[in-house]
């Protein structure tokens, strides 16, 4: 079956950075469109970055110019590397096929403070 399993979340200060990685299974990764997502409390599941399966990257404006999504297909890993990161970029964060895939993993928490 699928699994997504995120890691490399935690607490930073604002202005600071951290790498993301979100291991795939029970799929042909290199086929698939990867993205991440994110969810703040109260807040609906936002799309963030997106990375093709040709390695083309695509960025929502919140985190462009900040956010770099890459992806390992032989490891089926994406990656998220974040910098310059703010507090309104707290959320757990999740990776995903969008459009694809109806599991999720269980996220990775963001914490960043002021």
């Known amino acids: 079956q699928v699994q997504l399993v995120e890691s490399g979340g935690g607490l930073v200060q604002s202005g600071g950075s951290l790498r993301l990685s979100c291991a795939a299974s029970?799929?042909?990764?290199?086929?698939?469109?990867m993205g991440w997502y994110r969810q703040a409390p109260g807040k609906q599941r936002e799309l963030v970055a997106t990375?093709?399966?040709?390695?083309?990257?695509n960025y929502a404006d919140s985190v462009k110019g900040r956010f770099t999504i890459s992806r390992d297909n032989a490891k089926n890993t994406v990656y998220l590397q974040m910098n310059s990161l703010k507090p309104e970029d707290t959320a757990v964060y999740y990776c995903?096929?969008?459009?694809?895939?109806?599991?999720w993993g269980q996220g990775t928490q963001v914490t960043v403070s002021s």
């Open positions: 995903n096929a969008p459009g694809k895939l109806t599991s």
């Open positions: 990375v093709t399966a040709g390695g083309s990257p």
């Open positions: 029970g799929i042909i990764f290199r086929l698939y469109a």
